[in-house]
């Protein structure tokens, strides 16, 4: 007997009291569900490893938003039947936190969850398309048994539905399976959360993320479909023109623009001061301190972006040149004239924090070498070179012993540098993808761009510089052999040596990177 109580929540589906006999010869789905799970992206996932540190909401803010989206969710909006919602704004604005809170709470209050967070800067399942729906499908298994068998069973029709596109992969893997259980009950409502963090507007990229939204709206045009679908992204041309009111997108979506539709300013005034109050307390500060004003100024100067007032904090909190009240100071005498640019404040912060290395140029260099590096790693999944820990970054990078802790020790507000005794394990991170953004624009970031930071080839460091002018379709492993014969340690030159190999090997053998070199 069908239990019709489960599905209360359910919503445009007709649902009578069903019998109905389930013959089982064997384990149900043993082998083909070891092959979906084999096939997915497990660091998408909301609760992954990689994502740890992702970012949430503080406590008592974005109040109003998340419960709009979780009424939404919950489907008592009557007057907005859209199965899909955009939540776009520009980078800092909370879109990343607000996503994984939202998850937190559905979960916690008992909603199926199904997210994918992609992420440009993630490992390679975070950065391509090849396991969306595949990660999507093996989570919905994990809530009911009867879809768990119509996806077993669809696997096991149709083996290699892993080498088609998204758009079977999607009809194989959860729009069939679903007709086939609506067919005996009705299917309770899941939140399919769905991240997207995408950057570098290639055409590759732009045609992944297009196949990606149209894969979703196959789904919501689905009658057996029951789930909403939340995605959230900046507001790159790819989402405008689908999400677009010209086109069909009020039919089946709704947007909601983070920087427009909520005012972030009394949020963000809550956050300041449950930190600031952490700091003084902590460096035993006046109660006085800090003065209102300054929030104001603070809040004024972040028009909206989150990012801006966390960045800020962990420079007030982690600096080791001046204590929190002094830094503050700073902060608040920087000054800008007045213009439209909402970016201009978070600008004006990363050239400040940048400045305050001692040798800012060499620090941007690290910062672009890292990050090319590690891009090159999870794009290529260099099978052959040791991972690319801090520890071998190092290696890699320093011309001697404490170049990394001079040139990156005072920019912890931007970096997450690991503890010493953790750095042979750990990886170096970036806080928020705006800071790469802005040292790629030369009109944001002034000297600090690319071309302006290059020193000459008499240069002590002319080396680390080397080492990122892959951008100008120089040779990395021809880079690196020149780095091999000049005076390095033979560990150095041991580490050059074996990731200038694997990449050579990887690139002769990847057809794409011949016309991309």
């Keep these: 007997m069908a239990n019709i109580e489960y599905f209360s929540h359910s919503q445009g589906v007709q649902a009578q009291t069903l019998k109905f006999v389930t013959n089982i010869s064997s384990p149900?789905?043993?082998g083909p569900l070891k092959e979906l799970e084999s096939r997915i992206a497990p660091e998408a996932l909301d609760d992954s490893a990689e994502r740890c540190d992702a970012p949430k909401c503080h406590p008592?803010?974005?109040v109003a938003l998340q419960d709009d989206l979780y009424s939404w969710i919950e489907g008592e909006d009557t007057d907005n039947p859209h199965k899909m919602k955009w939540v776009t704004g520009p980078a800092g604005t909370g879109k990343t936190a607000v996503m994984g809170s939202l998850t937190e709470r559905c979960?916690?209050?008992?909603?199926?969850?199904?997210?994918?967070?992609?992420?440009?800067?993630?490992?390679?399942?975070?950065?391509?398309?090849?396991?969306?729906?595949?990660?999507?499908?093996?989570?919905?298994?994990?809530?009911?048994?009867?879809l768990k068998d119509a996806?077993?069973?669809?696997?096991?029709?149709?083996?290699?539905?892993?080498?088609?596109?998204?758009?079977?992969?999607?009809?194989?893997?959860?729009?069939?399976?679903?007709?086939?259980?609506?067919?005996?009950?009705?299917?309770?409502?899941?939140?399919?959360?769905?991240?997207?963090?995408?950057t570098k507007p290639t055409r590759r990229n732009k045609d992944d993320q297009l196949e990606i939204l149209q894969t979703l709206h196959q789904a919501?045009?689905?009658?057996?479909?029951?789930?909403?679908?939340?995605?959230?992204?900046?507001?790159?041309?790819?989402?405008?023109?689908?999400f677009n009111p010209e086109n069909d997108a009020p039919s089946f979506a709704q947007k909601l623009d983070l920087h427009e539709d909520y005012n972030a300013d009394a949020d963000?005034?809550?956050?300041?001061?449950?930190?600031?109050?952490?700091?003084?307390?902590?460096?035993?500060?006046?109660?006085?301190?800090?003065?209102?004003?300054?929030?104001?100024?603070l809040v004024a100067n972040a028009s909206g972006q989150f990012i801006y007032v966390s960045t800020i904090i962990r420079f007030i909190d982690d600096s080791p040149q001046a204590?929190?009240?002094?830094?503050?100071?700073?902060?608040?005498?920087?000054?800008?004239?007045?213009?439209?640019?909402?970016?201009?404040?978070?600008?004006?912060l990363y050239s400040h924090v940048l400045h305050s290395s001692p040798d800012p140029s060499l620090s941007v260099r690290w910062i672009y070498a890292i990050n090319l590096l590690y891009s090159m790693y999870t794009a290529r999944r260099l099978p052959n070179v040791p991972q690319l820990h801090a520890l071998n970054m190092n290696l890699l990078f320093e011309k001697e012993s404490g170049e990394a802790e001079y040139s990156l020790g005072s920019l912890h507000s931007l970096i997450q540098i690991p503890p010493s005794g953790d750095q042979a394990t750990t990886r170096y991170a970036f806080y928020h993808k705006s800071l790469l953004d802005f040292l790629k624009n030369p009109d944001r970031c002034g000297k600090f761009a690319y071309s302006d930071?290059?020193?000459?080839?008499?240069?002590?460091?002319?080396?680390?510089?080397?080492?990122?002018?892959?951008?100008?379709?120089?040779?990395?492993?021809?880079?690196?052999?020149?780095?091999?014969?000049?005076?390095r340690s033979n560990s150095q030159k041991e580490r050059f040596l074996s990731l200038v190999n694997a990449i050579k090997d990887t690139k002769e053998s990847d057809p794409e990177s011949q016309n991309n070199p």
């Design 268 to 297: 963000i005034t809550l956050f300041l001061w449950a930190k600031f109050n952490r700091i003084r307390r902590r460096y035993n500060l006046p109660p006085s301190w800090p003065p209102p004003e300054a929030i104001e100024i």
């Design 323 to 348: 204590p929190p009240n002094a830094q503050l100071e700073w902060i608040l005498k920087m000054r800008t004239t007045p213009t439209s640019n909402p970016l201009r404040q978070l600008d004006l």
């Design 60 to 62: 008592e803010t974005r």
């Design 107 to 146: 979960k916690k209050n008992g909603f199926p969850v199904a997210s994918f967070f992609f992420s440009s800067t993630g490992s390679i399942g975070r950065r391509t398309k090849t396991a969306f729906v595949t990660t999507i499908a093996h989570q919905l298994t994990q809530h009911r048994q009867d």
């Design 453 to 487: 930071v290059l020193p000459t080839p008499a240069s002590a460091d002319w080396w680390v510089s080397l080492a990122i002018t892959l951008e100008k379709e120089e040779s990395l492993w021809a880079i690196f052999r020149e780095v091999h014969a000049s005076d």
């Design 28 to 30: 149900s789905g043993i």
């Design 220 to 242: 919501v045009s689905d009658s057996s479909f029951p789930f909403r679908i939340l995605i959230a992204s900046r507001p790159e041309r790819v989402f405008r023109e689908f």
């Design 151 to 198: 996806i077993a069973a669809a696997i096991e029709a149709d083996t290699i539905v892993f080498k088609k596109n998204l758009y079977v992969q999607m009809e194989t893997l959860v729009l069939a399976p679903l007709r086939e259980i609506a067919d005996e009950c009705e299917v309770e409502k899941v939140h399919d959360t769905t991240t997207e963090v995408w």
